[in-house]
Structure formats: C-alpha cells, structure tokens
C-alpha cells in the first residue's frame, strides 16, 4: 500500500532517516560544546589576565625599590616656621634612619603625625588650624607635619591614604612653600571614608590651586607614584610608636597617657614641645590650654573668631584613627 497516493517508505529507509536526525542533533550539540568551550576559555582568560594586573601591581608596590626621600622631610616631617614656609633639609638617603631635628630655640615645637583620609585629623585640622596658623605667623611656634599611611583599606582599593601622603611628599620636595596650603586643601576636601578618595587629578588639581612651583614635576611624582616607598617606610617608623624628644617611646606609654590600656597607636598623633596631647581634638580652648602649659612661654595669640563656637570641654575625646 501506498500513504496518501505516495510511495511506501521502508523499514530502512525510515531507519535511515532516523540515524541522519540523530547524527544531525550531535552534530549541533557538539558545535553547541565548543562555543560554550570557547566563550568559558576567554572568559577565564579575561580572570586571569585581571588577576596577573592585580598581582602586578601589588609586586611593583611591594617591591618598589627604596629610594631617597623628599627634600626638606630629612626626618619624615616637614617644619613650617614663620611666614608659612618650608625650613630646608637635603633628601634622606635611601635606606637612611632620620634623625629628629631640634626643635627652634624660644618657639612652640607643635609636631602632628597625620593621614590625610583619617576624619579625626580633619576633625583637629578644622577645630585648630587657624589657632595654630597664627602661632606660626606670629613667629610663636612652629609646625612640624608627618604624613603617614594607615587607613588604605577604608578607600575601596585606591590607595588613598598613601597616593595623598605621597602627592604631599612631592610638593614638599618640589615646591616646599606650597606644602601647608596643598596640606590645608586636603583637609578643606577631604573624601569621606569607604569612598574612592580623591584621584590622582584631583590631588594634581589641588597642587595647582595652592599656586606650587615646579607642577609638572610634581604631576609626574603624583602619577608616578614615587615616594610610596618613602610613605610605607615613614608609616612603619610611626607604627613603632618611638617618637625621639617626646614622652612617647612604646605603645604602652600611650595606653598609660591616655588611661587605656587597649589604646594603641592612631593619628592624629599631636605633640607640643614633646608632650603628647590627650585632651579632645574637636575642643579648640582643650587644645589652646594644653599649648600654654606645654613648657614654652609666649605671648598667647587671640583667638580666632571662628573657634568661638567650640565644642565645650566636656566633649569626649574622639577615639583616634587606628591602623
């Protein structure tokens, strides 16, 4: 018999058709195996390539070979004496130990160990830099600036708190008279923590507005990140918690200070003729107190008409910024 007027299939017919479907769907199955081969292979390519970056970076930061510190930071600090400016020093030799400079004869030694992410520096910074700022005009005291590095891990990778120390550090060697108003913008910018921080840009940008000298020398210092070895080598100095001319040599010294025994090291570390301060940075007449008493007579300068609002005296004293 025939189907539908048309010719009968066989049995091998129809087997052979089946074996020709079969082939037909493994054929399309096997093209189906390599593209997904295929894409799983560059996309494991594309991981990899991110993870050797990654580890790239990190072996050229950690292995960056030590080289000479800044000009005028031969100590790890910077000191601003009259008029604002940079007293001069050479660069620390590569591998060199600072040695702590004497403080000036018949002034204040104000010395502060700073992150530029840490909220509790801003918080000093706002409360008391324009007191500060006029000792150091009024030839009353100088200011003697550390950078250091320990809250990296609070700007989602970017490596903030060292990219700023070292964009300080280059305007320090290049254009040192500019560093306390770059130091000031930075403060005045400051990114909040578990942001991006600011970019290299925009520490760049900031360099220009303090009117520095030398800004394409300090552009590529920025970009080129060139004194990160000089910051982790300043960090790990101030993370001994030995601070020469000061009544803080250890930890412990600064647990007892500031009756806690679990206190530890964090910035802001701020010093006044080698005593440490305790007291509240955000209390502007604490701070002023403390000054007067420090050891060193002057005459004391007015006070700013912006600190007139200061937080009284029985604010708590804001738990220092801790690596």
Not at 23 to 28: F, P, S, T, V
Not at 47 to 67: E, K, Y
Not at 88 to 96: S, V, Y
Not at 138 to 152: F, K
Request: glycine share 8%; hydrophobic share 35%.
């Amino acid at each position: 018999m025939s189907t539908a007027g048309g010719p009968r299939v066989s049995k091998n017919e129809r087997r052979d058709a089946a074996r020709e479907k079969a082939r037909e769907q493994r054929l399309r199955q096997q093209r189906r195996e390599r593209r997904n081969r295929i894409v799983l292979q560059a996309g494991i390519g594309v991981v990899v390539l991110a993870i050797v970056a990654i580890v790239a970076v990190v072996l050229v930061n950690s292995i960056r070979p030590p080289g000479p510190g800044p000009k005028n930071m031969a100590d790890n600090g910077i000191v601003i004496t009259k008029g604002l400016v940079a007293e001069r020093t050479p660069a620390l030799a590569a591998g060199a130990k600072p040695t702590q400079r004497a403080p000036e004869s018949g002034k204040v030694a104000i010395r502060t160990y700073e992150d530029f992410g840490c909220p509790v520096c801003g918080q000093f910074e706002q409360t008391n830099s324009a007191y500060i700022k006029g000792l150091v005009q009024g030839g009353q005291a100088t200011l003697e600036i550390y950078p250091v590095s320990i809250l990296d891990r609070s700007f989602q990778g970017t490596q903030y708190s060292t990219r700023a120390a070292n964009a300080a550090a280059a305007v320090a060697n290049y254009s040192p008279d500019a560093f306390y108003a770059f130091h000031t913008l930075l403060y005045a910018h400051q990114p909040e923590e578990g942001s991006t921080g600011l970019t290299d840009d925009q520490l760049i940008g900031y360099a220009k507005q303090a009117k520095v000298t030398n800004l394409g020398a300090i552009t590529d210092a920025i970009r080129n990140h060139r004194y990160f070895s000089w910051v982790d080598a300043a960090t790990k100095r101030f993370l001994t918690a030995n601070f020469p001319g000061t009544n803080v040599h250890t930890e412990s010294d600064i647990d007892k200070l500031l009756g806690n025994p679990n206190a530890g090291i964090g910035t802001p570390m701020i010093f006044v003729d080698g005593k440490y301060y305790t007291g509240s940075v955000s209390n502007a007449a604490q701070f002023r107190s403390f000054v007067l008493s420090a050891g060193a007579a002057f005459t004391p300068t007015p006070t700013p008409t912006a600190s007139a609002g200061a937080t009284p005296s029985s604010t708590p004293t804001p738990t220092p910024t801790k690596k």
